[in-house]
T-cell receptor
């Protein structure tokens, strides 16, 4: 069985400051981990994925995440927030070898202020 | 390339009725997964179809069913609707459903049960 815990339901940052969205995972197997973003009234979009290759994963729009097995964490970061980053972010886990049975975290709403 | 399309985008039904939702995957994609998104339970996996066969299933009652056609289009059916079935239903497609194949999500069908 696998699960993810997103430690913050809401994060507010100022434009131009760093973003940190925290995610811890639990998995009986070697997991694949993903971050998805959902803008209002739009579908989910994949930001980045970890599938047992490099532990530091770079995604779209300047986001990156680091897989830390010892801490069972997969935190999402971005050096400088933009207004367009305001959205709901989901940390997702699935057993390695399948991407079709995704287990989602509860989501973190990112607010970006001027 | 056209994205994942879902029809209808909005539905209003009453308790006890049944409903069918449709999903057209990206051309060439053979795996289609369905998810339910509610404020209380978040995003939950319903089931996945690959080559017209259900390959994975989540923890939903038998009232929720699906099928996939030879052209990979998929339908999801919910019978005997309950108020708690009100949700955003998301469909996702991928080439084969394994972890290195990105899942692409549609915009969803918002179902309201009165």
């Amino acid at each position: 069985a696998q699960s993810v815990t997103q430690l913050d339901s809401h994060v507010s940052v100022s434009e131009g400051t760093p973003v940190l969205l925290r995610c811890n995972y639990s998995s009986s197997y070697s997991p694949s981990l993903f971050w998805y973003v959902q803008h209002p009234n739009k579908g989910l979009q994949l930001l980045l994925k970890y599938t047992s290759a490099a532990t530091l994963v770079k995604g779209i729009n300047g986001f990156e995440a680091e897989f830390k097995k010892s801490e069972t964490s997969f935190h999402l970061t971005k050096p400088s927030a933009h207004m367009s980053d305001a959205a709901e972010y989901f940390c997702v886990v699935t057993p390695t070898g399948t991407a079709s049975k995704l287990t989602f975290g509860t989501g973190t709403r990112l607010q970006v202020t001027l | 390339k056209a994205g994942v399309t879902q029809t209808p985008r909005y539905l209003i039904k009453t308790r006890g009725q049944q409903v069918t939702l449709s999903c057209s995957p990206i051309s060439g994609h053979r795996s289609v997964s369905w998810y339910q998104q509610t404020p209380g339970q978040g995003l939950q996996f319903l089931f996945e179809y690959f080559s017209e066969t259900q390959r994975n299933k989540g923890n939903f009652p038998g009232r929720f069913s699906g099928r996939q056609f030879s052209n990979s289009r998929s339908e999801m059916n919910v019978s005997t609707l309950e108020l708690g079935d009100s949700a955003l239903y998301l469909c996702a497609s991928s080439l084969t459903g394994v972890s290195y194949n990105e899942q692409f999500f549609g915009p969803g069908t918002r179902l309201t049960v009165l």
